[in-house]
C-alpha cells in the first residue's frame, strides 16, 4: 500500500508501511489536496439515473466492497448529486442516509456546501448504496503525511513591502498541523480556527472543535511543527524576520490526525476544511487555502480530475473559486518531472513547485505541465511552534510563498478576479533553470508594481474603494508621454474597459506625495492619444479628471510622482453608467444655412450639446437628434462621433451632390458635452433638431425612461388605412396617429416611441415632421426626400398624454408607413448605452453582397463592445451599389422575419438609415434583402441592456 511522505524537506523522514489496507495512500506535507471541478452542482435524475453512471458507480462499489470483506469496514466518501426530488444538497445527503437505514454505517462527515458525505461502510452499507439515487460517485477516504529570510528578496517580496504591498486586509487559510498564534511572528494574527481530525486528535480530543484552540498545534508527532512554520512564510511577521504578506492575517485549521504511530490527514478531514473556509466568506476577505500536502503521483490532469470529481474534493475547490479563494496546493518532493502529487494536479488547484533562491528547480521537486507556479522552497527559515525558529525544504515551503502573493494581489487590486490575478502572477514570472515546461516562478514586484504600460493591471469600472500602490522603483518608459504636461517620476499604470457609456471620475486624493494623473486610449506607450489629464487641483498636491467614457473603449491610466517624487499612491473612480431616456419636442440646435456657414471638405465641426435644447449642464451621457445635409456640393459622407476621439471608420449619412438626406443618430458626448460632425468631399449644409438626450444614471435619472424593445409592427399605412384612412397626407396637412395601445406599445405609461417612418409615392419634394399631440409645431423636420422617392427614417417620437404623435408634411401628396420597433416608459426595461460608432460589417470588403431574397445573420453579442446579454443593438445600416430597387429589413436571427423595411434604396444609390433591432439567438440579427444584390455596411453606435 502506497504512503503519502512527508514534504517539510528533502531530509523529512518516510512514514513506515501501514499494514492497514483501509489506507489508499497517506497524504504527505508534501502539498497534497484534492480539488472539486463544478462550482455548480449537477442535477441527476432521482427516478431515472443514466446507464453510465450506474455502470461507474457499481463499479467503484465492486472495489469497495472487496475491501470491506477483507478488512471488515472502509472509510469512503460519498458524492451526491441534486435533483428535482432532492433539491439541496442537505436533501440528497439525506436520501443517501435513508438508504443505509439498517446497516452498520457511520457518518463521518456531513458537508455544508459540499455534494458529498465521509461514512465508514461495511460490506452491507454499500450493498444498499446501491439503492440511491443521489449517490454518482464512491471514493476511498485516502490520509495523507505533511512535509525566509533570503526566499521572499528573490521573488521581489521585500521591494513590494517597502512600496507598501503587505497584504493587510486580506486573509489566507492555513489547512494543516495548526497554528501557534503565539508565536512572536504570528501573534495577533489568527483570526479564525477549527479542527476536523478523525482520528479524535483535536484538543478537545474529539473528532470537531471549533473556536479558540481549537486551530492550536497538534501534539502527537514531531512533524507537527509543519503548520506553523508553513504560516510563518505565508504572513508571519516579526521585528528579525517577515513573510510574503506580513499585514495579513490567518485562519488556522487542524486537519491532521495520529494513525498508527504516523501523523496523516484524511482527504475527508481536508473537504471538511475546505467546506469551514467556504463559511467563513462573509467574515474575511480570503485570498488563498494552502494545503502543503499531497500523496499519490498523477501524470495527467484527466485521471487526477477524475478522482476529484468522485469524491466530491473538486466541488470543494471550485465552490471557494466561485467566491474568489485560491486553493493552492504543493507539487510533492518526488523529484519527478513528469507528475504531480495530488490535489496540485487537479483543475482549479495552484499546483507549486520549488526552485532555490537563484531560480534552478530544486531537484526534488515535482514538476510537469500541470504546475502552475514555482517558488522557493530550499531552506526556508520559518516560525516552529514554541517561539523559536528552523530550517526546512520542500514543496511545503514553496506553496506558502504563493499564498501570501495571492494576498497581495487579492489588496493591491481588490476588484481583479481570481483568474486575472492568477493570469498576473503567470505573466510577470520568470521561467526557472531546469523547467522545460514554461511555468514561471512568481515575481511579486513584477505582478504589484505596475510599473511596465505592457503589464498594467485591469481595473475594475465597479471600483468601490480606492486601489493603491507605491512608485518606488518605478521607471519611466521611452516614449512616455507627460502625464498632466509636467516632467514626473516613474509611472504605475491601470486599464479598464468600460462596459458602458457615462461620466467617469478618477482622482488620486489620498495619495502620499504630490501627483500627476494621465487617461489615454492607445496599445503603445509611445502612440497614445490623450483623453483626460491633470495636475494639481484646488492648489493641492492631488489629481483628478472627468470624462465621457464610451462604451467598449479601453483606457490606459497612469499615476506618476511630480518631479522626482515616490511613494504611495491612491487611484479613486467614479463612475455613472448611462441611464434613462428623456424624449423632447423636436428642437433645432444647428443650422449652418443660417449661422457658421457650409461644412467643408474634411472639416470636422464640433457642436456643445449640453445647456441647450432643454439637455441639461450636467448628467448627459447621449443625445437623440435628426441629422440633415442639404446643398451638398459632391457626393460624399457625414460621421457623426463624440468629440475629442479618433474619428472611427463609419458613415452617420451619405449623399450625391444637391440631395437632401435626413438620418437618426443617437451619439455619446465627448469632450465639453460636444458632438463632432466630419465631411468628408465638397461641401454641405447641415441641421441637428434634437429629439432627447440620455442620462448618465446619476441624478437625472429619476425622470429618464427605459427602452422596451419589439419586433417591428406596422402601426400606419395611408395606402390601406392602417391606423389612418385611406389617403396620402396633403399639402399642409397635419395627420394624427394614435400610437399606445398599438404594435406592440401599451395603451398608458409609454413615453416616447421608437417608430421606422417610410414615405413614398411622393408629388412633390417635402418634409415630414414629427411631434407629440397638442403641442405647437417644432421648426423641424424628421424626413426630408425629393418628389417620386421612397424614403424611410428613424424616428424617436415623444407621445401625448393620450399617446398620440403629429405627422406634418410641407407639400404635395405623400403616403407613409410606419413600423414601430420600441417605446420608453417607466416600467423596467433597459438602459441605452453609447459608443463611437464602430463598423461590424461591409460586405464590398469581402465583395460579398446579400443576393435576393437572402437573410444574412450578423453576430452582434460580444463583438464591438456589445455585451453578450445585451438585448437590442442601434447600428447606422448603409446600402450601396444595389443592382435594382429594394429594400432591406434587420429583425432578430430566429424569428419570423416581420412585414417590415428599414431601408429602401433604388438601383445604384447609397442610402442610410438607424435601426433599433432586439438581438435574437445566438447574439445574432438577420439582415433580409428582397430584390437584386446590394453592399451593406453595419455601424454600430450602441445597445441596449
Known amino acids: ?174 489547512l494543516d498541523t495548526g497554528v501557534d498564534g503565539a508565536h512572536p511572528m504570528l501573534a495577533g494574527k489568527v483570526v479564525g480556527e477549527a479542527c476536523f481530525s478523525r482520528g479524535g486528535n483535536c484538543p478537545n480530543n474529539s473528532t470537531v472543535m471549533y473556536g479558540a484552540g481549537s486551530g492550536s498545534p497538534c501534539t502527537f508527532a514531531n512533524q507537527c511543527s509543519h503548520g506553523t512554520h508553513v504560516a510563518g512564510i505565508a504572513a508571519g511577521d516579526s521585528a528579525s524576520r517577515k513573510g510574503v504578506a506580513p499585514s495579513a492575517t490567518l485562519l488556522a485549521v487542524q486537519i ?9 490527514s484524511w482527504t475527508s478531514d481536508q473537504m471538511a476544511g475546505l467546506d469551514w473556509v467556504y463559511a467563513q466568506r462573509e467574515n474575511f476577505t480570503i485570498a488563498a487555502a494552502n494545503l502543503s500536502l499531497g500523496f499519490s503521483l ?101 506553496t506558502p510563498h504563493v499564498v501570501g502573493a495571492f494576498a497581495l494581489l487579492r489588496v493591491a487590486y481588490p476588484n481583479a478576479t481570481l483568474s486575472e490575478t492568477a493570469a498576473r502572477l503567470s505573466a510577470t514570472g520568470s521561467v526557472p533553470s531546469g523547467d522545460s515546461y514554461g511555468k514561471p516562478r512568481i515575481d511579486i514586484w513584477a505582478a504589484i508594481g505596475l510599473d511596465a504600460f505592457a503589464r498594467a ?59 500627476v494623473l494621465g487617461v489615454y486610449t492607445g496599445e503603445t506607450v509611445s502612440a497614445l492619444a490623450e483623453v483626460a489629464s491633470s495636475d494639481n487641483i484646488s492648489g493641492g498636491t492631488s489629481s483628478a479628471v472627468s470624462f465621457t467614457a464610451l462604451a467598449g473603449e479601453r483606457y490606459l491610466i497612469a499615476v506618476a510622482g511630480k518631479g522626482a517624487a515616490a511613494g504611495r499612491v491612491s487611484l479613486a473612480l467614479t463612475w455613472l453608467p448611462s441611464g434613462g431616456y428623456h424624449p423632447i419636442s423636436p428642437v433645432r440646435v444647428l443650422d449652418t444655412r443660417v449661422s457658421g456657414g457650409a461644412i467643408g471638405q474634411g472639416e470636422t465641426r464640433a457642436l456643445g450639446m449640453l445647456s441647450t435644447a432643454g439637455i441639461p449642464a450636467a448628467g448627459v451621457s447621449a443625445v437623440a437628434a435628426n441629422i440633415t445635409i442639404t446643398g451638398g456640393t459632391a457626393s460624399s459622407f457625414l460621421t457623426v462621433s463624440p468629440t475629442g476621439f479618433s474619428r472611427p471608420t463609419a458613415s452617420t449619412l451619405n449623399w450625391l451632390p444637391n440631395q437632401t438626406r435626413s438620418n437618426l443618430a443617437q451619439t455619446a458626448l465627448g469632450i465639453y ?3 463632432s460632425f466630419f465631411n468628408a468631399v465638397g461641401s454641405v449644409d447641415l441641421v441637428v433638431d434634437v429629439v432627447g438626450w440620455y442620462d448618465d444614471g446619476g ?201 417590415a423595411s428599414n431601408l429602401n434604396i433604388f438601383t445604384g444609390e447609397t442610402a442610410p438609415n438607424l435601426v433599433v433591432v432586439p438581438i435574437g439567438s445566438a447574439g445574432a440579427i438577420s439582415l433580409y434583402n428582397n430584390t437584386g444584390s446590394v453592399h451593406v455596411i453595419v455601424d454600430i453606435v450602441g445597445w441596449f441592456g
Open 1 to 174: 500500500m502506497n504512503r503519502v511522505r512527508p514534504l517539510m524537506g528533502i531530509t523529512a523522514h518516510r512514514l513506515p508501511v501501514i499494514a492497514a489496507s483501509v489506507l489508499g495512500a497517506l497524504i504527505a506535507f508534501t502539498c497534497v489536496t484534492p480539488i472539486f471541478a463544478t462550482a455548480s452542482f449537477a442535477s441527476t435524475s432521482a427516478a431515472a439515473p443514466s446507464a453510465a453512471l450506474e455502470a461507474r458507480v457499481s463499479s467503484q462499489l465492486d472495489t469497495l466492497e472487496r475491501r470491506a470483506q477483507r478488512d471488515g469496514s472502509v472509510p469512503v466518501i460519498v458524492r451526491v448529486a441534486t435533483s428535482e426530488a432532492n433539491p439541496t444538497i442537505h436533501d440528497a445527503q439525506g436520501e443517501v442516509l435513508q438508504s443505509l437505514e439498517g446497516s452498520s454505517a457511520d457518518v463521518e462527515r456531513r458537508y455544508t456546501s459540499i455534494p458529498a458525505l465521509a461514512l465508514t461502510l461495511g460490506v452491507d452499507g454499500l450493498k444498499q448504496l446501491r439503492s440511491s439515487n443521489s449517490v454518482v460517485g464512491v471514493t476511498l477516504d485516502r490520509p495523507a503525511t505533511s512535509d525566509l529570510l533570503n526566499s521572499v528578496p528573490s521573488i521581489g517580496g521585500v521591494a513590494s513591502r517597502d512600496a507598501g504591498a503587505v497584504g493587510r486586509g486580506a486573509t489566507v487559510a492555513i
Open 256 to 264: 491532521f490526525s495520529s494513525y498508527n504511530g504516523s501523523i496523516v
Open 298 to 398: 498523477y501524470s495527467d490532469r484527466a485521471t487526477c480530475d477524475s478522482d476529484a470529481t468522485n469524491s466530491g474534493y473538486m466541488a470543494a475547490v471550485n465552490r471557494l473559486r466561485s467566491v474568489g479563494i485560491a486553493t493552492v496546493a504543493a507539487a510533492g518532493n518526488d523529484g519527478n518531472s513528469g507528475s504531480m502529487a495530488f490535489p496540485a494536479c487537479m483543475t482549479g488547484v495552484y499546483g507549486v513547485g520549488s526552485v532555490s533562491n537563484s531560480n534552478v528547480v530544486s531537484s526534488f521537486s515535482n514538476r510537469n505541465s500541470m504546475t502552475s507556479y514555482f517558488a522557493p522552497g530550499e531552506s526556508i527559515i520559518s516560525s516552529v511552534p514554541g517561539g523559536g525558529y528552523a530550517s526546512s525544504t520542500g514543496t511545503s515551503m514553496a
Open 457 to 515: 493591471l485591469p481595473l475594475s469600472p465597479a471600483l468601490s474603494s480606492p486601489v493603491s500602490a507605491s512608485t518606488v522603483n518605478a521607471t519611466r518608459e521611452v516614449g512616455e508621454p507627460l502625464h498632466g504636461g509636467v516632467t514626473s517620476a516613474g509611472s504605475l499604470w491601470w486599464f479598464f474597459t468600460a462596459p458602458s457609456a457615462g461620466t467617469l471620475g478618477l482622482a488620486t486624493i489620498g495619495s502620499s506625495i504630490d501627483t
Open 673 to 675: 458635452g460636444a458632438v
Open 699 to 899: 441624478v437625472q435619472r429619476a425622470g429618464g425612461s427605459e427602452f422596451h424593445a419589439l419586433s417591428p409592427a406596422r402601426i400606419l399605412d395611408t395606402r390601406s388605412a392602417v391606423g389612418s384612412v385611406d389617403a396620402p397626407l396633403g399639402s399642409g396637412e397635419t395627420r394624427s396617429l394614435t400610437v399606445a395601445g398599438h404594435g406592440g406599445v401599451p395603451a398608458s405609461g409609454a413615453t416616447a416611441a421608437v417608430i421606422n417612418v417610410t414615405v413614398t409615392d411622393s408629388t412633390a419634394p417635402s418634409f415630414l415632421t414629427v411631434w407629440p399631440s397638442g403641442e405647437v409645431r417644432p421648426e423641424a423636420s424628421s424626413l426630408n426626400w425629393p418628389e417620386g422617392a421612397t424614403r424611410p427614417n428613424l424616428v424617436i417620437a415623444a407621445l401625448s398624454a393620450d399617446g398620440k404623435v403629429e405627422l406634418f408634411n410641407l407639400t404635395g401628396n405623400v403616403e407613409v408607413v410606419a413600423d414601430v420597433v420600441g417605446w420608453y416608459g417607466s416600467d423596467p426595461g433597459d438602459s441605452f448605452v453609447a459608443q463611437a460608432p464602430v463598423r461590424v460589417l461591409d460586405t464590398r470588403d469581402s465583395n460579398a453582397p446579400i443576393t435576393q431574397g437572402e437573410s444574412r445573420s450578423l453576430t452582434i453579442g460580444g463583438v464591438a463592445g456589445v455585451p453578450t446579454w445585451a438585448t437590442a443593438v442601434v447600428f447606422n445600416l448603409t446600402a450601396t451599389r444595389s443592382d435594382a430597387p429594394t429594400f432591406l429589413t434587420a429583425s432578430p436571427a430566429g424569428v419570423l422575419r416581420p412585414l
